[in-house]
């Protein structure tokens, strides 16, 4: 008597929403201003019914590659298969970019692949991985240019009342043009938390190579560790030059969108602590990877922005740093989705070992009233 092959579950569907949430008023950066937050989610359904679920804080324009380009690539593939998965949509978008919206939209739907896998094996998503940590230490970020002294000091001095050790602001305002209110909001800044908790802060590309070095100097009298992306995150060599003048750890790659560009930037020395984002860099399949080419340079790994994304891998990166404890993230997950992680009274942010996957999903009634067409 033979016995019967088994038979695997394959990828049948894929469904597609799109979701703009937004803010009470305007937030700024150093050089950029937003009235809302964006999140194109993804569910991914296997042929015996189990549904897996992603998303990505990206242009609605994700949601038609998505369907038109994606969904043929992974339909039939089999749903225990992300990386084949992966493999499909990277080989689809060719033509039409590797980088930008294509690798948002490619994050969204890997990550959906990886919570599916995790549910029809009915294993938390850091065991299908395997951990490397039980837990993984955040730092509250905000701190935006938009914000006043009070506001400013509310915010981060209730993080550092809450128990993080870390906390991040922005600076480099009006593209770097106003050095004097960086330093003045740092001050206000480091007044709020005191002088236990690391303060972190963020330009966004907004100054200039000197112009970064002369501001570190002054934001390292007061006590800051962290300077991400003093110049732009394009200029390789910018950030090498900024690195070997100062002493704060300088950091850079949220919008790294692919392996190539990390690599470039670990090989030109340009960053102390590397920085990627989930719901960007392609998912979790290419965020494992980049986390695995910092640590053949001696570097650590920091997990950009979508906090609730960024557990589970977090915690299977021998070489993670942190993650960050991003206001709007935060706020738009807690909307949207249940099961999005708290931190702990030490502002740590560990998986949920109950639920399979990432073990989150979509608040659908609560969501539809921001749901739009895309």
Same mark, same amino acid.
């Given at each position: ?16 929403s ?7 008023e ?14 194109? !989610? ?30 043929p ?6 749903? *225990?298969?992300?990386?084949r998965?992966?493999?499909? %949509? ?13 690798? %948002?939209?490619? =994050? ?31 730092y ?10 009070? &506001? ?16 991040? %602001? ?32 963020? =330009? ?7 112009? =970064? ?6 934001f ?17 060599e910018?950030?090498? &030059? ?8 300088v ?13 470039? %930037?670990?090989?030109?020395?340009? !960053?102390?602590?590397v ?17 695995a080419?910092?640590?053949?340079h001696?570097? &650590? ?21 942190? *993650? ?28 949920? *070992? ?7 999903? *979509? ?12």
């Amino acid at each position: 008597m033979t016995t019967a092959a088994p038979t695997w579950p394959t990828v049948e569907h894929l469904d597609v929403s799109t979701y703009v949430v937004p803010l009470d008023e305007p937030e700024s950066d150093g050089t950029f201003t937003w009235t809302s937050t964006t999140v194109v !989610v993804v569910e991914l359904r296997a042929n015996d019914g189990t549904t897996g679920i992603g998303w990505t804080y990206a242009t609605p324009a994700c949601a038609p590659l998505v369907r038109d380009v994606l969904h043929p690539a992974v339909a039939g593939v089999g749903a *225990l298969d992300p990386p084949r998965m992966w493999r499909e %949509m990277v080989a689809a978008i060719r033509n039409v970019g590797r980088a930008g919206i294509a690798s %948002m939209a490619i =994050a969204a739907v890997d990550i959906a692949a990886w919570d599916l896998k995790g549910k029809l094996l009915d294993l938390p998503l850091c065991r299908l991985l395997g951990m490397s940590h039980d837990r993984v230490a955040a730092y509250g970020s905000g701190g935006f240019t938009s914000l006043t002294d009070g &506001e400013l000091r509310d915010q981060l001095g209730g993080w550092a009342a809450d128990g993080f050790s870390m906390v991040k %602001m922005k600076v480099g305002t009006a593209w770097g043009g106003r050095l004097d209110r960086d330093l003045h909001r740092a001050e206000v800044a480091r007044d709020a938390i005191g002088d236990d908790v690391q303060l972190f802060v963020d =330009a966004n590309g907004g100054y200039r190579r000197k112009e =970064a070095v002369r501001a570190a100097r002054r934001f390292g009298d007061l006590g800051v560790t962290w300077f991400e992306e003093p110049v732009s995150s394009d200029d390789l060599e910018g950030l090498a &030059e900024v690195r070997a003048l100062v002493d704060l750890d300088v950091a850079a790659g949220e919008y790294g969108y692919d392996l190539t560009y990390f690599g470039r %930037m670990c090989a030109a020395g340009a !960053v102390d602590v590397v920085q990627a984002d989930v719901s960007r860099c392609a998912g979790i399949t290419e965020w494992l990877r980049v986390a695995a080419v910092a640590a053949a340079h001696g570097l &650590e790994i920091s997990a950009h922005c979508a906090p609730a994304l960024h557990v589970h891998p977090a915690v299977c990166a021998p070489n993670i740093r942190h *993650l960050e404890w991003f206001a709007d993230h935060v706020r738009v997950d807690g909307l949207l989705f249940d099961g999005a992680p708290t931190p702990t009274v030490e502002g740590h942010l560990a998986p949920d *070992l109950s639920r399979p996957g990432h073990g989150m999903a *979509l608040k659908r009634p609560d969501a539809e009233r921001w749901r739009i067409d895309a």
